[in-house]
């Protein structure tokens, strides 16, 4: 990818979507200990949170935290997560790892 193109965000987009994939949470426990698993909210498009931390802005990913609607994971939630066997989808964005858990069903 040229330097031009990654920071085109239609081609960080694309890129992250296919990048994403799920994944049980006893594979990120490894990147969990050094805390760089991000926890995104399931109210939130975890593309579109991943695109703004690879586009660095700062701005919005700082809000967000604020906000508590992206987050690190925490000792407790990897040990809720670990014991039920949690299938998340994820997606890297070095140095962090993004995950989300299922968006509810809607009726």
Do not use: Y
């Not at 949470?25 to 690879?54: K, M, P, R, T, Y």
């Not at 066997?85 to 858990?101: D, S």
């Amino acid at each position: 990818m040229s330097e031009a193109s990654e920071r085109d965000p239609a081609v960080v987009r694309q890129k992250l979507n296919h990048d994403t994939a799920k994944i049980n949470w006893g594979a990120l426990h490894e990147h969990h200990q050094v805390g760089c698993v991000i926890d995104v909210s399931i109210d939130l498009d975890l593309i579109d949170v991943a695109c703004e931390f690879a586009l660095d802005n700062h701005i919005q990913v700082k809000a967000w935290m604020e906000q508590a609607q992206v987050k690190k994971v925490s000792d407790e939630q990897a040990r809720q997560w670990s014991t039920e066997e949690r299938e998340l989808w994820a997606v890297v964005v070095a140095p962090w790892v993004l995950v989300q858990g299922e968006k509810p069903e809607k009726n």
